[in-house]
Structures are given as C-alpha cells and as structure tokens.
C-alpha cells in the first residue's frame, strides 16, 4: 500500500474531516481491520492566506514546495493539498514537487463530467471563485462554471474565513448560503453546485438541496486518495 502525505491546516477543520473521510473510505474498499498509512503536515493557515491577500504566488508556491518535500522526506509516496485556495498554484507546484500530487480540482471535474453536469456554480473562498484555476480545467471537458454575484461572493468569503475555518457552524449562516444557491438556480439555471472550499461540506451536508447536486470536493479527494493508496505500481 502507498503512503499518502496530506498538507493540512488550510484549514483545520477540512482536515479533520480528510483524515475521517479517508480511514471510512479505505474501510469500505478494504474491510480488513487494517488502516491506511498516512502522513500529515499541518502548515500555518494564517502564512498561507497572506500569501494569497498580498498576490505574492511565487512566495505560496516556494512555502508549499518546502512544505511538500518534508512529506517526501518522511516517506510519502504521493500527496495532496487539503483545500481548493491553494490549487490556485497547483500547476506551478506539480512539475517542482519531489511526490506526485493529486489536483483536487481535476478530480472533481471528472466526478461531474462523469455524472453529465453541464453548468456548476462555484462556491469557495473569494480566491477560488475569482480565480481562473477551476474554469481552466472545467472548460476542457465542455462544462460553464458561474459564480455568485459580488455582494453574495463577498458573503460566502466571510463566513467562510471568519466563521467555517474556525470551526464555527451556524443555521443562519447555512440558511443564507443556500439563499445563494437558490437565486443561481433562477437566475442561471444551474445543474449543480461545487462547494470548493472544504469547509463548506461541513455545513452543507446534504448530497442534494431542492435536487441540485452539491459536489463535495473534499470527499472526492479523498476517495482519489484512497483508489490511489490502493493502486499498483
């Protein structure tokens, strides 16, 4: 079995929840006893997002490749990165990084194009839903993303990072984040919704809200891992 190494803490909560999502995803492919190997680092949240806040990516990409390299070090056969923000240098990081990394963004649109969806909104922290890593990989495969409205981007970062990363769950905060998903659905008409940020699935727990997909993408990293862990070669 490989040994797969995780980049935690961004943020601490979605971690937890990998490492959960992980061991009952392997339980259910291998209902041995035994557990999967695995390897965390857990890095400076706060670190990162500055990185982000400042546009400095050279600076995010040089931390996480150090970061990365100390799972090699430790035995890691192959890694991913437990958030969506941080893919937003994921092609920089691939080439440079001494184990294979698994994109959560290509994952998940392969989840979709494999379940026929055609037009996803896009939910995550003000980074991912601005920036162009998503719609990259999604338009190759004939999919439209459509974010928010600005006010309504603006309400899913807040709470994003001043309530879901801390670990704080509120009904009303759920509440309004489904508000949003209902004036996509009639504004636009969307078929399903992306929660890229992994705290998200956190809140909205349900597979579906009124029919509509909502696609956890930390549990479709996970289970890429865990096929990954149990792969040959």
């Given at each position: ?13 979605s ?109 995550g ?63 636009i ?45």
């Open positions: 079995m490989k040994t797969l190494g995780i980049i935690g803490g961004m943020g601490p909560e971690t937890i929840a990998y490492y959960r999502t992980i061991i009952a995803l392997y339980h259910e492919r291998k209902p041995d006893g035994s557990y999967p190997q695995l390897i965390i680092n857990s890095v400076d949240l706060k670190k990162g997002m500055d990185f982000m806040a400042a546009n400095d990516l050279a600076g995010a990409a040089k931390h996480l490749l150090e970061e990365i390299a100390k799972l090699a070090r430790a035995g890691a056969d192959f890694g991913l990165i437990a958030a969506n923000t941080p893919h937003i240098i994921f092609d920089d990081l691939r080439p440079q990084s001494p184990i294979p990394l698994i994109s959560i963004v290509e994952v998940t649109c392969a989840v979709a194009k494999a379940r026929g969806l055609k037009k996803l909104g896009l939910f922290t003000r980074f991912t839903m601005q920036g162009n890593f998503y719609p990259k990989v999604f338009t190759r495969e004939g999919i439209e993303l459509v974010v928010p409205d600005p006010a309504d981007q603006e309400y899913i970062h807040d709470r994003y990072m001043n309530e879901l990363v801390e670990g704080m769950f509120r009904g009303e905060t759920r509440a309004g984040l489904l508000a949003i998903v209902d004036r996509l659905k009639n504004k008409d969307i078929d399903g919704v992306i929660l890229a940020g992994t705290e998200l699935p956190l809140i909205l727990r349900d597979a579906t809200y009124h029919g509509i997909p909502l696609l956890d993408t930390m549990k479709i990293h996970a289970r890429a891992a865990v096929a990954e862990m149990l792969s040959r070669g």
